[in-house]
C-alpha cells in the first residue's frame, strides 16, 4: 500500500496518501476519526520509515548483483531494484548515511536504542513525564501502556524481557491508594513517637520525684573507713 519508488515520504502522491487513510477508516471507527488523521498518518511515516531502514540492512556486505538477488520477502523486485538503485545508491542518500554514521561515533554515551532517533525518544520521554504530571495516580505499567500501547506477556518497554504485566500490575491498587496508606503511616508514626515522646518526659519527673523523697546515704568519711579497715586486721 505504502509505496517504495519515492526518496522520502514527502515525495509520496496525495492521492496515495488518501487511500492509506481510506483503508484505515475502513478498519477502524471512532467518533472523533478524523481528528486523529494526522496523528495515524504520523505514526504510518514512522513505520514506513522503519521499514525502509530494515531494507537498506539487506545489503550489508553484498555484492550489487547479490543485493539485486536477494528480494526481501513481501517487496516487488521491480520495486526493490528501484529502491537499491535509484535511492540506496544515489549520492543524496550515501552523504546522508556517511554523516549519520560520523555522528554516532561523535555520541558521548553509546547508543542502546537500536534504529530509533534519539529525537523520538525525546519526544517519548516528554510524552511520559506530561503524561504523569497530569494523572499522579497512574502506576508504571499504566503510564507505559498509554504510552507505548498494550505490553505482550514476555516483555514490557522500560522493563525488559521475561516478565509479564500482570507481575507489575500486581493487582488493583493503584498509586494514588499506594500513597494514600504512607500518608496513613506517617501519621500513625508521628503519633506514637508523640507518645513515646510524654511517657519519656514522665519518666523523668517521676524519677526526679523519687530521688528527693529517697536521698543516698551519704559516704562515710575516709579516715573512719581507714580505722575500721585497721580493726578488722
Given at each position: 500500500?505504502?509505496?517504495?519508488?519515492?526518496?522520502?515520504?514527502?515525495?509520496?502522491?496525495?492521492?496515495?496518501?488518501?487511500h492509506?487513510?481510506?483503508?484505515?477508516?475502513?478498519?477502524?471507527?471512532?467518533?472523533?476519526m478524523?481528528?486523529?488523521?494526522?496523528n495515524?498518518?504520523?505514526?504510518?511515516?514512522?513505520?514506513?520509515?522503519?521499514?525502509?531502514?530494515?531494507?537498506?540492512?539487506?545489503?550489508?556486505?553484498?555484492?550489487?548483483?547479490?543485493?539485486?538477488?536477494d528480494?526481501?520477502?513481501?517487496?516487488?523486485?521491480?520495486?526493490?531494484?528501484?529502491?537499491?538503485?535509484?535511492?540506496?545508491?544515489?549520492?543524496?542518500?550515501?552523504?546522508?548515511?556517511?554523516?549519520?554514521?560520523?555522528?554516532?561515533?561523535?555520541?558521548c554515551?553509546?547508543?542502546?536504542?537500536?534504529?530509533?532517533?534519539?529525537?523520538?525518544?525525546i519526544?517519548?520521554?516528554?510524552?511520559?513525564?506530561?503524561?504523569?504530571?497530569?494523572?499522579?495516580?497512574?502506576?508504571?505499567?499504566?503510564?507505559?501502556?498509554?504510552?507505548?500501547?498494550?505490553?505482550?506477556?514476555s516483555?514490557?518497554?522500560?522493563?525488559?524481557?521475561?516478565?509479564?504485566?500482570?507481575?507489575?500490575?500486581?493487582?488493583?491498587?493503584?498509586?494514588?491508594?499506594?500513597?494514600?496508606?504512607?500518608?496513613?503511616?506517617?501519621?500513625?508514626?508521628?503519633?506514637?513517637?508523640?507518645?513515646?515522646?510524654?511517657l519519656?518526659?514522665?519518666?523523668?519527673?517521676?524519677?526526679s520525684?523519687?530521688?528527693?523523697?529517697?536521698?543516698?546515704?551519704?559516704?562515710?568519711?575516709?579516715?573512719?573507713?581507714c580505722?575500721?579497715?585497721?580493726?578488722?586486721?
Amino acid at each position: 500500500m505504502c509505496p517504495l519508488r519515492v526518496h522520502s515520504w514527502m515525495d509520496i502522491e496525495e492521492h496515495k496518501i488518501e487511500h492509506m487513510w481510506a483503508a484505515v477508516t475502513e478498519k477502524f471507527d471512532c467518533d472523533n476519526m478524523n481528528d486523529q488523521r494526522d496523528n495515524v498518518l504520523q505514526h504510518m511515516r514512522k513505520l514506513w520509515n522503519n521499514w525502509r531502514g530494515s531494507l537498506h540492512k539487506n545489503m550489508k556486505s553484498k555484492s550489487l548483483h547479490e543485493v539485486l538477488k536477494d528480494v526481501p520477502i513481501g517487496v516487488d523486485k521491480s520495486d526493490w531494484e528501484w529502491l537499491v538503485k535509484e535511492h540506496f545508491l544515489s549520492d543524496k542518500f550515501k552523504k546522508s548515511s556517511t554523516r549519520n554514521t560520523i555522528n554516532r561515533s561523535k555520541l558521548c554515551m553509546p547508543h542502546r536504542t537500536g534504529s530509533k532517533p534519539i529525537r523520538e525518544i525525546i519526544y517519548e520521554l516528554a510524552e511520559i513525564q506530561e503524561l504523569v504530571q497530569s494523572e499522579p495516580s497512574l502506576t508504571n505499567i499504566e503510564v507505559v501502556e498509554r504510552c507505548f500501547g498494550p505490553q505482550c506477556k514476555s516483555h514490557a518497554v522500560g522493563f525488559g524481557g521475561g516478565i509479564t504485566t500482570k507481575e507489575l500490575k500486581g493487582g488493583s491498587t493503584s498509586k494514588a491508594v499506594l500513597l494514600e496508606e504512607l500518608k496513613t503511616t506517617r501519621k500513625e508514626k508521628e503519633s506514637l513517637q508523640k507518645r513515646i515522646d510524654i511517657l519519656e518526659s514522665k519518666y523523668d519527673r517521676l524519677e526526679s520525684i523519687v530521688v528527693r523523697q529517697h536521698p543516698s546515704p551519704p559516704s562515710p568519711p575516709p579516715d573512719e573507713e581507714c580505722d575500721e579497715e585497721c580493726d578488722e586486721d
